[in-house]
């Protein structure tokens, strides 16, 4: 046998996989995993450990801010690999190997992707192990992960098809640089959006994963999160992908013919065929995903929805069965946010003791989705609360379970309470509680142990005379005159000093009146 006919059989017996796995054990991505990792642990497990443990919350994190800069990464180190040739020097000693130019790139190509994607993975199954090992109810999202792996390969095929037609040792920071400046103004715009979404229909910033946390904690838990817009943000992202290789498969830089047979044949216009078929592909799918985002429109709670590619049953309610606990105060809660019911009774436990046997006091509390308006006090037996309460304690199950049990956060969910019973709180027209209630309040407050609540009226406009400051307040049926912030403290203090079946006496008789206003601050007792 020949020289010629042994190089043949073993060009024959070529494997891609043993010079994929060559590829992946040499790849420059290794000395990159500890950036890797560091960028991971502060821009989302640090992020996702200060977030309630919720599924669409906690997974919130693993786009945005993390796969802005595993992308930029990426990029950065496939444009270095994809010019390494032209860096050494090496085009011309590598033409004379038995493998074509495109297969040689294209399997570093594979290798970098591989790495960084790898990277990305687990950093995902980070976040996904300790959510499940905290959360007590649901199951993990798999369209977040989509966006993220299909984005961070979009990322590496954009960087090694640069670094393919501009080799050169400045092209790996430029790449980056260029992969950064895209997403941070595109980030920006798409962050705009978000924040201004109420009535507002689609815009083609859908399609860029946004940074920020999730505007509702409650996020998933009542109602489905429409995946149209991960499906549109894969498709753009993929057709990206898509495009990016083809060229980089059209390029004269990865088709120059070796020098053992290999030649622009048919084996040519074959890779040239699936190349531009490649291309168009891609941009196809681009186009189709931009189009789609034309048609968006923010629903709430279900979030932004695409018409051809949503699907009615993700805005059917999720069943469930409340979590309750508690005898004389029954406290529930779903059981998504089960590791809270401890905190919350323990909260609302001492305060509806204080107000128990009054007309229409409530006897239960039960969270709801905030779809529902919560129920007006002295109507209902049923205290309702959210977990974006709109009184004053606001943004209660933004906390963690373990920061649930601070003072802070108890006095805040104590105040949303006492608040809701005494006025009419959750009448859509209420601007705040009159003089008269709030001093009310506060009293009732003061004997469970929670200080002087920071009302609007404390803090907002007030007009000057005399030296003192004067608030003027609306109640829920009328207006009342003016009261400075030191008369509502001292009609609170003499309402507070009141022997406790005094105190409960007068509210008995004028529980109905405090709450339609017609009690003024001066008929206190």
């Known amino acids: 046998m020949t020289a010629v006919t042994t190089l043949t059989a073993r060009t024959a017996r070529f494997r891609p996989a043993r010079a994929l796995r060559l590829e992946i054990k040499h790849s420059p991505v290794v000395w990159a995993l500890p950036v890797l990792a560091a960028i991971f642990y502060f821009n989302a497990y640090r992020v996702a450990a200060g977030f309630p443990p919720i599924w669409a919350v906690r997974v919130s994190v693993i786009t945005g801010a993390n796969l802005v800069f595993f992308s930029v990464i990426g990029a950065g180190i496939a444009a270095w690999a994809a010019a390494r040739e032209g860096r050494r020097k090496t085009g011309d000693l590598l033409a004379t190997t038995a493998r074509a130019p495109w297969a040689r790139r294209s399997t570093v190509l594979a290798a970098t992707t591989f790495w960084v994607v790898l990277a ?15 959360a007590t109810w649901g199951g993990p999202p798999l369209w977040p992960v989509a966006v993220g792996v299909v984005g961070v ?18 092209t790996a920071p430029i790449v980056a640089v260029a992969v950064f400046v895209a997403w941070f103004v595109a980030v920006a715009a798409a962050n705009g959006v978000q924040n201004a979404a109420n009535g507002m229909r689609g815009t083609s910033v859908l399609l860029v994963a946004v940074i920020g946390r999730p505007q509702n904690p409650a996020l998933g838990v009542f109602y489905h999160v429409a995946p149209d817009v991960s499906i ?8 990206v992908l898509l495009a990016a290789v083809g060229l980089l498969a059209l390029s004269p830089a990865a088709r120059v013919p070796g020098v053992r047979g290999l030649s622009f044949g048919s084996a040519g216009r074959r890779l040239t065929v699936v190349a531009a078929v490649l291309v168009g592909c891609g941009v196809a799918a681009s186009a189709t995903a931009f189009s789609l985002t034309g048609t968006a429109r923010n629903s709430f709670p279900t979030g932004w929805e695409i018409p051809a590619l949503h699907d009615a049953a993700d805005d059917q309610p999720i069943p469930y069965t409340l979590d309750c606990t508690g005898s004389a105060f029954t406290v529930c809660i779903h059981p998504a946010f089960e590791p809270y019911l401890g905190a919350m009774s323990a909260a609302l436990e ?3 003791a204080e107000i128990a046997g009054l007309p229409g006091a409530p006897i239960r509390a039960e969270m709801n989705s905030g779809v529902t308006a919560q129920a007006v006090a002295g109507t209902t037996s049923v205290y309702t609360y959210s977990t974006e309460q709109e009184g004053y304690g606001g943004d209660s199950f933004w906390a963690t379970p373990g920061m649930a049990r601070a003072a802070v956060w108890e006095q805040g969910v104590q105040q949303d309470f006492i608040t809701w019973f005494v006025s009419d709180s959750a009448e859509p027209d209420w601007s705040g509680p009159t003089p008269a209630e709030e001093a009310v309040a506060i009293a009732l407050l003061a004997k469970v142990g929670a200080p002087i609540p920071q009302y609007q009226q404390f803090s907002g406009p007030s007009t000057s005379s005399g030296g ?4 003027g307040t609306v109640g829920g049926s009328g207006a009342q005159s003016g009261a400075t912030a030191a008369q509502i403290t001292a009609a609170a203090g003499r309402f507070e000093s009141l022997s406790s079946a005094a105190r409960r006496a007068w509210l008995a008789a004028n529980i109905t009146g405090l709450r339609s206003g017609a009690i003024t601050l001066a008929q206190l007792p």
């Open 350 to 352: 001492p305060a509806a």
């Open 468 to 471: 003192s400051s004067t608030v």
């Open 232 to 239: 549109a943000q894969v498709m753009f992202m993929g057709g």
């Open 153 to 170: 390969a979009a990322a590496c095929a954009i960087g090694f098809t640069g670094g393919t037609l501009f080799p050169g040792r400045f």
């Open 120 to 134: 990305y993975l687990a950093g995902v199954a980070v976040i996904y192990i300790q959510t499940a090992l905290e």
